[in-house]
Each structure stands twice: as C-alpha cells, then as structure tokens.
T-cell receptor
C-alpha cells in the first residue's frame, strides 16, 4: 500500500512565477491537507480539501489556492512567488469519517524561490 | 487561534537515557494531541497521539502524558537509541477545526552512542 506521494521532490522558481505542487493521498483516504514548513520551524496549515471543496483555510493569502480531483488527489498552486515562499510543502491525508483522524504526511516538495 | 509552544528546542542525551519533550497549548477546546518524528529529508511520521479523555498513553519505549488543567502534554522516550535522533513535533487540534493541526516549533533530539 503506497503512502502519501508528492511531486516534484524539488523545485526552483524565480520571484513572480507560479508553481503547482501535486499530492496523491494514501489509499482509502479522501481528505487532503497542505502545510508549509519553513526551515527550522513546525509545519503551518495552509488549507484542507474534502469532497473536492476547500473545507478549512489557514492564515495564508489568496496567492495560495488548491484543488482536489474526483480521485482525491490534490494540487497546491502558488501565484506571484515571493522569496519568503521558499519552504518544504507537505501534503497530509486522512481517512473519511469524523474530524481528528490521524494524518499521514508525504515526503514533501522543497521549493526554492530565487 | 491555537498556539503551541514546545521545549526544549534541542536535546542531547546519551544512548540508553530518557528524553522528555514538553508542549503547552493555549486553547482549552483542544482535545487531540499527536506527536510526529521527522527525519532529515522526510515528512513527519506519527509516533503516538493522545485524546483529551485519556491522561496517559504508552507504546513500547514511547509514552505521552496530558494535563488538561495545566494545558500541557509531554513526550517521554525511554532507553534512547541512536535511531531516535530526529526532530520531534507536538501538535494540537480541536474538534471544530477538523483535521487542522497547530504544530509546536520542534525539538531536535541527538542521541549520542
């Protein structure tokens, strides 16, 4: 059983560009959350998708947007990249059901903005 | 919103000794507290979690305690081994927040052989 997978593993962009990161949840999981982890810090919640809709959102600007597909995979899009967007972007998936199900994280995509 | 503080930021122990990491949270509505281990170049991996209806939970060499009154919870690792070296994160969430986790700043643990 494959765990959470993310692509690409690494990405280098320049300021002002746009980026799309991808996530495939663990088999049987239908809820996908995205987190940003700056170097030396804990992950920060960006947003969560369930049934192809954004269910919750953290304190991130509208430059951060997402999508969930019918197969539960998800994309994170960031527009007008800033140097401060350089971070490890983590995707986490969880089982359907009640809130506070265990979240399983992928290996992340490391984004460097120059 | 919820705020989680974690101490210490770094912890160095001799192999075989115990390691303790402490976290405090601000929102009394929080009722789910997972702990994650993150190794270099990898995503966080859940090692143990506790819910607010339980005061303590143990899984082999790892245990977590929760004090709801004081709003703090702790991770205890006994008989540490070199493979326990990693960054550990505590987190908290509350039911109305669904699966949104608020993380502490992390503790870098080094187990010296």
């Amino acid at each position: 059983d494959a765990g959470v997978t993310q692509s690409p593993t690494h990405l280098i962009k320049t300021r002002g560009q746009q980026v799309t990161l991808r996530c495939s949840p663990k088999s049987g999981h239908d809820t996908v959350s995205w987190y940003q982890q700056a170097l030396g810090q804990g992950p920060q919640f960006i947003f969560q998708y369930y049934e192809e809709e954004e269910r919750q959102r953290g304190n991130f600007p509208d430059r951060f947007s997402g999508h969930q597909f019918p197969n539960y995979s998800s994309e994170l899009n960031v527009n007008a990249l800033l140097l401060g967007d350089s971070a490890l972007y983590l995707c986490a998936s969880s089982l359907p059901g009640q809130a506070q199900e265990t979240q399983y994280f992928g290996p992340g995509t490391r984004l460097l903005v120059l | 919103g919820e705020n989680v503080e974690q101490h210490p930021s770094t912890l160095s122990v001799q192999e075989g000794d115990s390691a303790v990491i402490k976290c405090t949270y601000s929102d009394s509505a929080s009722n789910y507290f997972p702990w994650y281990k993150q190794e270099l170049g990898k995503g966080p991996q859940l090692i143990i979690d506790i819910r607010s209806n339980v005061g303590e939970k143990k899984d082999q060499r790892i245990a977590v305690t929760l004090n709801k009154t004081a709003k703090h919870f702790s991770l205890h690792i006994t008989e540490t081994q070199p493979e326990d070296s990693a960054v550990y994160f505590c987190a908290a969430s509350w039911e109305a927040a669904g699966n949104k986790l608020t993380f502490g700043g992390g503790t870098r643990v080094l187990v010296k052989p």
